[in-house]
């Protein structure tokens, strides 16, 4: 099975995300207040849209499809379960690849936020959400957009501090991390056909009779969980697919404008 760099074009993904991102964030920042959920809100509008003949395919077209999921919230106070606003996964059939990442979203003034120790600290107590977990902070005065591990964040907290102030221009660009991530440099990949997966655990928080995408990674009626407490807010699924035997029509990629 050929590897997901030589079937998806990283190029044309990472211009459909920054134009996604741009828009979001444009949004955001046009109206009041500028409350992280509010943050959420704009990104998962904006990500699981794509033109109809979007290709990001290299070799043929293979086209994305997204989905977006609310999840169960029960918690106390309807915390998260493991400080994740949003879970992102990608699937590419072609390829076997199967990959999710886990995001809180921050805001930061001129590139400056502070984070808790208890927030970061529980984006780890599971073992396969924790490598996978990032935060993204967007700030409110540049607009700009950096991505940094939750882990490596909590680890620069002093033992006998509960929270630390952080200069986020010191955090990877969303371009880098796209291609981070893509090549698999940052986070872990899952087996498509385990269904202990991360994956398989964020379905049962799902409304089976709203759950519609069909993979080889989880049951098509996953059993609800009695946890208080669910991974994610969100959830967004992006499927590619394609075959040699997919029509190569005219590719459309949104225009990064300045």
Known sequence: MASVAKLVDFDKVSSLILSDMKSAVKGWLAGSPTEEIALLNRITEKLKKHPA????????????????????????????????????????????????????????????????????????????????????????????????PALDLLNEIPPSNESKSYDTTDWWSLTEWIIKWLSCDVGQDSKPNNKASVESELSRYTLSDNFDVTVPWVDQNPESSDSELVPARAWLITSIAGSEDSPNEDIQLPLLDG
């Open 53 to 148: 003949n979007c290709d990001v395919g290299i070799r043929y077209r293979m086209s994305a499809e997204s989905k977006c999921y609310i999840l169960h919230r029960r918690g106390p106070k309807q915390s998260d379960l493991y400080g994740s606003d949003l879970a992102l996964s990608l699937y590419v059939e072609n390829a076997g690849f199967l990959k999710t990442a886990f995001f809180q979203l921050k805001k930061s003034k001129k590139h400056k936020l502070s984070l808790e120790k208890k927030q970061l600290s529980a984006s780890q107590k599971h073992p396969d959400i924790g490598p996978n977990s990032f935060v993204i902070s967007v700030d409110e005065i540049r607009a700009g957009i950096r991505i940094y």
